[in-house]
């Protein structure tokens, strides 16, 4: 959900039904926002996916998932991504792995944006 900063109005709300199990469906990590090309891009960890929303009318543009391919109930995000230089880095659950993402395309960008994947390399808190 995004607010309008002028008076706490609701500019725009985006269910993120992803479909992860159980707890894994929950996030703590906190949302970036990042600028790609002329638009601003929310970036999301969270339900086992990375995601990009526009920040205007919070539509999903990107999306990387299998953050969790054994499907781990308890699995739920806790710390946050960050970005630099035009990479996500990504702590997934429990300390299980850590994913580098390149920003931008377009819908299911896992198999062409994900730059590297290192397992009991992530953080959990």
């Known amino acids: 959900m995004a607010l309008k900063k002028q008076n706490g109005e609701e500019a725009w709300k985006q269910d993120r039904n992803l479909n992860a199990p159980s707890e894994a469906a929950q996030s703590y990590s906190t949302p970036l926002v990042v600028t790609e090309g002329d638009r601003e891009t929310l970036v999301i960890l969270g339900a086992d996916h990375v995601t990009a929303q526009d920040v205007a009318n919070g539509q999903e543009l990107w999306r990387v998932s ?4 054994t499907g ?4 739920r995000s806790i710390s946050s991504p960050v970005i630099s230089n035009g990479i996500v880095v990504a702590p ?4 299980s792995t850590l994913t580098a993402i390149k920003l931008g395309g377009a819908g ?6 994900v730059a590297w994947s290192k397992d009991k390399l992530g953080a959990d808190v």
């Open 66 to 69: 299998g953050l969790n391919p």
């Open 72 to 75: 781990q109930q308890f699995f």
């Open 92 to 95: 997934y659950a429990r300390g």
């Open 108 to 113: 299911d960008v896992t198999k062409s944006n």
